[in-house]
């Protein structure tokens, strides 16, 4: 037996409404936080289920700037500072994404734009790594010059794995676009300066790293526009 409310009353919305407060989950405490610093708290949500903030992407590159500390103890080549914009550029380029984010479909009904989602990510990703590179660069024992000349570059290779990965709508490609382009760049320096560290610590390189950046920086927001008539 069916039972009927009164007719001014939809019993079915009520109760997706109920079904919705019970089964959305109760926000963490980082995500109430992430909601107070954001002022938003879909786009904190959208932060926290990033792809490569996730636990084990974490952990991953964690073991991965160890290994490069051990090498660079054991041979005195920089591999935590040739390392850490390659592991930057993959954890930016899987930041946003059709087939790799899981709130891809949700994210589409938000309020909050892709843009803005996708820039809080790439952006929370960068801090993230650049972290997580320099603990790891200064304890193995690197010259300064070394240590943080690495971060202006990492900057433009970032920035060219998020343009490729959101131009090509595939986070693979941007991926595959920024290590090849931090390969091309530290075999570029090796080859014009005879050294691999070329790349990281040579100050006429700062200025075109920038630059680079700033154009992928345009070519995003050109790909992320919100087509003209759409609300």
């Known amino acids: 037996m069916k039972v009927t409310g009164p007719p001014d009353i939809d019993l079915d919305r009520v109760w997706s409404g109920v079904a919705a407060r019970v089964w959305c989950p109760k926000a963490s405490r ?8 954001l002022r938003s708290p879909g786009l904190a949500r959208a932060l926290l289920v990033t792809p490569s903030l996730m636990v084990g992407w974490l952990i991953a590159s964690c073991v991965v700037l160890a290994a490069g500390v051990a090498a660079t103890a054991g041979t005195g080549t920089p591999y935590v500072a040739l390392f850490a914009p390659a592991i930057a550029a993959a954890g930016v380029a899987y930041a946003y994404g059709p087939a790799i984010d899981p709130a ?3 994210s589409q009904s938000m309020a909050v734009s892709d843009r803005m989602v996708l820039l809080t990510r790439a952006l929370a990703v960068f801090g993230v790594n650049a972290v ?3 603990i790891a660069s200064a304890a193995s024992g690197v010259a300064v010059a070394v240590t943080f000349g690495w971060l202006v ?6 920035a060219l794995a998020l343009a490729a990965a959101t131009l090509a709508r595939s986070a693979n490609v941007g991926v595959a676009a920024g290590v090849a382009g931090w390969a091309i760049t530290v075999l570029a320096g090796r080859a014009l300066a ?5 790349a990281l610590t040579t100050h006429s390189f700062v200025l075109p790293y920038l ?8 070519l995003v927001l050109y790909a992320t526009r919100i087509p003209q008539g759409a609300r």
Do not use: K, S, Y
């Not at 570059?153 to 970032?158: E, G, L, N």
């Not at 005879?194 to 070329?198: C, D, I, L, Q």
């Not at 630059?211 to 345009?218: E, I, K, L, V």
């Open 132 to 134: 997580l590179g320099l």
């Open 211 to 218: 630059a680079f950046a700033a154009c992928c920086g345009a």
């Open 194 to 198: 005879g050294t691999f560290t070329a």
């Open 104 to 106: 891809w479909e949700l």
């Open 30 to 37: 980082a995500e109430r936080l992430a909601g107070w610093l």
């Open 153 to 158: 570059p990492m900057t433009a290779i970032c």
